[in-house]
T-cell receptor
Framework: DTGVSQNPRHKITKRGQNVTFRCDPI?????LYWYRQTLGQGPEFLTY????????KSRLLSDRFSAERPKGSFSTLEIQRTEQGDSAMYLC?????????????FGEGSWLTVV | QKEVEQNSGPLSVPEGAIASLNCTYS??????FFWYRQYSGKSPELIMS????GDKEDGRFTAQLNKASQYVSLLIRDSQPSDSATYLC???????????FGSGTKLNVKP
């Protein structure tokens, strides 16, 4: 399987704990995105990497959220001091520019439940 | 105003009918347009992309783009119960760095 891989797929954590999600993009994709999706809503942009550089962060991304992409390959998204409002599906996507378009492909998502 | 607007539905169509899903966007700098399908509890799956005004067909799916009206649509011919899902419209604005998604339209195809 050469698609975008995310783990863990499901995480239940107590409020106040830290959680980390990992994303392995499609090989040779130099762009990597993190999105968050809650029930009934479309994915919301969180942050974006081109290679190892984090080029953009959403205002949605509070100081409790941090993302890294060391060496421009896999990426991690860490949420510190989780709150119940952080419960959502965290989606990773990757892309490589093709012609005039820039199509992104999603991983299977990581579900977070904060209790 | 949200960047991408979709009717949340649900849109119900009988099996074999044509389903028509619509999307409007606010930024005239939008250059790339996408339709994703999302089954309940799953991640979005790319169906089609469209970049130029007009129609683009792929099997039972046709995407239509009208940049003057800032309107994108997806037609699904010969709808099947397996097409029942939420359809997300996404646009990529001129800086190529972000994709904005609508909230999705839920489609129910009744056998």
């Amino acid at each position: 399987d050469t698609g975008v891989s995310q783990n863990p797929r499901h995480k239940i954590t107590k409020r106040g704990q830290n959680v980390t999600f990992r994303c392995d993009p499609i090989s040779e994709h130099n762009r990597l995105y993190w999105y968050r999706q809650t029930l009934g809503q479309g994915p919301e942009f969180l942050t974006y990497f081109q290679n190892e550089a984090q080029l953009e962060k959403s205002r949605l991304l509070s100081d409790r959220f941090s993302a890294e992409r060391p060496k421009g390959s896999f990426s991690t998204l860490e949420i510190q001091r989780t709150e119940q409002g952080d419960s959502a599906m965290y989606l990773c996507a990757s892309s490589y520019p093709v012609g005039s378009g820039n199509t992104i492909y999603f991983g299977e998502g990581s579900w977070l439940t904060v209790v | 105003q949200k960047e991408v607007e979709q009717n949340s539905g649900p849109l119900s169509v009988p099996e074999g009918a044509i389903a028509s899903l619509n999307c409007t966007y606010s930024d005239r700098g939008s250059q790339s347009f996408f339709w994703y399908r999302q089954y309940s509890g799953k991640s979005p799956e790319l169906i089609m992309s469209i970049y130029s005004n007009g129609d683009k067909e792929d099997g039972r799916f046709t995407a239509q783009l009208n940049k003057a009206s800032q309107y994108v649509s997806l037609l699904i011919r010969d709808s099947q119960p397996s097409d029942s899902a939420t359809y997300l419209c996404a646009v990529n604005i001129y800086n190529f760095n972000k994709f904005y998604f609508g909230s999705g339209t839920k489609l129910n195809v009744k056998p």
